[in-house]
């Protein structure tokens, strides 16, 4: 038998561009090496760190289980999604301690009998307070079960905010996708007529894609705001980050984030950020690094946006204010800090399991 590895990731993706690839590489950045990270949909890979299935679940669930008769109770594996709990659990048979880490609405919706009975065995991580209260709502069985708040974040950059109000234009980044319509993004539309009747300089980047922009981009000419709406595609990183240091402020009413790294992406370029009720406002200080504004509540969302044009000097206030928000809270260092400091890092578990009832 191989020698057993300190630490396992068991994730969906590794690689990708997606939330929870983001969280899966700090996780295995956090995680005492040697880590070795097992990956359903990355494309198909053989080494020493990392043995990707490349989107093949039998291929996944082989690679598993050969991996888990290496695992004994010195080996610390981490789950990032609810629905390979089961996996994860079959992994530990011999021990190993087992950490789920719930990253957002797939974890909002009731739990099948396995992924359940996995979760019970384990400890649970949520990366934000949103997202646990979000959980235990849908799984009343485990609300007395106790959820720790790890928040993720991301690396820092080797130049620092501008601190400049940057152009009259505000920014959004996410996919627009016909399941994700939560987002904002025909929100922002249908409010941007009367942002242009205050501010007839305000224009709005739109960051990203997907089967829903063109709906979108129809929606923006039906309004007469095309020409001040801006529908960018998917970028290079190198262009996403000169939109962010470009931009007035980021927006994004979404009610429905796990986390929103694009609210600590903007802050780490030291913008000022307008998020919802929920996950953003553990990441938004209301009055200090931005606004919070409820897209639901009359006209606070538009208000909100209305009060960062008007004031360049307020909002770029915020951005200097969300700049160092990032450096003490979000970075990835610190991150890594929360994760070591919650999660049994290669040593044996003596502590009772989490127990929930059927």
Same mark, same amino acid.
């Given at each position: 038998m191989t020698p057993a590895p300190r630490s396992v990731l068991l994730t969906p993706n590794l690689n990708g561009a997606d939330g929870v690839s983001r969280l899966s590489r700090q996780i295995?950045?956090?995680?005492?090496a040697p880590v070795v990270t097992v990956s359903l949909h990355d494309p198909s890979s053989r080494t020493r760190d990392l043995r990707s299935a490349g989107g093949n679940r039998l291929r996944l669930v082989a690679d598993a289980l050969t991996l888990g008769l290496s695992c004994d109770r010195t080996t610390t594996i981490v789950c990032s999604h609810a629905h390979l709990a089961p996996l994860a659990r079959l992994m530990a048979w011999r021990g190993a301690a087992v950490t789920y880490v719930l990253c957002g609405i797939e974890a909002w919706v009731p739990l099948r009998f396995a992924e359940r009975?996995?979760?019970?065995?384990?400890?649970?991580?949520a990366i934000s307070a949103h997202t646990a209260r979000e959980f235990k709502a849908a799984n009343p069985s485990f609300a007395n079960v106790p959820i720790e708040v790890c928040h993720p974040g991301l690396p820092a950059r080797s130049d620092d905010p501008s601190g400049e109000p940057g152009d009259p234009a505000a920014l959004i980044v996410g996919r627009m996708s016909s399941s994700e319509a939560y987002k904002g993004h025909e929100q922002l539309l249908h409010l941007w007529p009367r942002v242009l009747e205050r501010h007839p300089g305000a224009e709005l980047w739109i960051v990203g894609d997907g089967d829903d922009r063109s709906r979108l981009e129809a929606l923006a000419s039906q309004l007469g705001v095309r020409?001040?709406?801006?529908?960018?595609?998917?970028?290079?990183?190198?262009?996403?980050?000169?939109?962010?240091?470009?931009?007035?402020?980021?927006?994004?009413?979404s009610r429905h984030e796990g986390f929103g790294f694009v609210f600590v992406e903007a802050m780490r370029a030291g913008k000022a950020c307008i998020g919802a009720p929920g996950a953003a406002a553990e990441i938004i200080q209301h009055g200090v690094t931005g606004l919070i504004a409820d897209p639901l509540r009359g006209d606070e969302l538009y208000a909100a946006i209305i009060?960062?044009?008007?004031d360049p000097a307020q909002?770029?206030?915020?951005?200097?204010?969300? #700049? *160092? %928000? =990032?450096? /003490?809270? @979000?970075? #990835? *260092? %610190? =991150?890594? /800090?929360? @994760?070591? #400091?919650?999660?049994?890092?290669?040593?044996?578990?003596?502590?009772?399991?989490?127990?929930a009832a059927s």
């Amino acid at each position: 038998m191989t020698p057993a590895p300190r630490s396992v990731l068991l994730t969906p993706n590794l690689n990708g561009a997606d939330g929870v690839s983001r969280l899966s590489r700090q996780i295995a950045s956090a995680l005492e090496a040697p880590v070795v990270t097992v990956s359903l949909h990355d494309p198909s890979s053989r080494t020493r760190d990392l043995r990707s299935a490349g989107g093949n679940r039998l291929r996944l669930v082989a690679d598993a289980l050969t991996l888990g008769l290496s695992c004994d109770r010195t080996t610390t594996i981490v789950c990032s999604h609810a629905h390979l709990a089961p996996l994860a659990r079959l992994m530990a048979w011999r021990g190993a301690a087992v950490t789920y880490v719930l990253c957002g609405i797939e974890a909002w919706v009731p739990l099948r009998f396995a992924e359940r009975a996995a979760l019970q065995t384990g400890r649970l991580l949520a990366i934000s307070a949103h997202t646990a209260r979000e959980f235990k709502a849908a799984n009343p069985s485990f609300a007395n079960v106790p959820i720790e708040v790890c928040h993720p974040g991301l690396p820092a950059r080797s130049d620092d905010p501008s601190g400049e109000p940057g152009d009259p234009a505000a920014l959004i980044v996410g996919r627009m996708s016909s399941s994700e319509a939560y987002k904002g993004h025909e929100q922002l539309l249908h409010l941007w007529p009367r942002v242009l009747e205050r501010h007839p300089g305000a224009e709005l980047w739109i960051v990203g894609d997907g089967d829903d922009r063109s709906r979108l981009e129809a929606l923006a000419s039906q309004l007469g705001v095309r020409r001040k709406v801006t529908f960018t595609g998917r970028v290079s990183d190198g262009e996403l980050d000169r939109r962010y240091r470009r931009c007035r402020f980021f927006v994004m009413p979404s009610r429905h984030e796990g986390f929103g790294f694009v609210f600590v992406e903007a802050m780490r370029a030291g913008k000022a950020c307008i998020g919802a009720p929920g996950a953003a406002a553990e990441i938004i200080q209301h009055g200090v690094t931005g606004l919070i504004a409820d897209p639901l509540r009359g006209d606070e969302l538009y208000a909100a946006i209305i009060q960062l044009f008007d004031d360049p000097a307020q909002c770029a206030a915020f951005g200097r204010a969300g #700049a *160092a %928000r =990032f450096q /003490a809270e @979000f970075s #990835a *260092a %610190r =991150f890594a /800090a929360r @994760f070591a #400091a919650r999660v049994p890092l290669g040593r044996p578990v003596t502590a009772p399991l989490n127990r929930a009832a059927s």
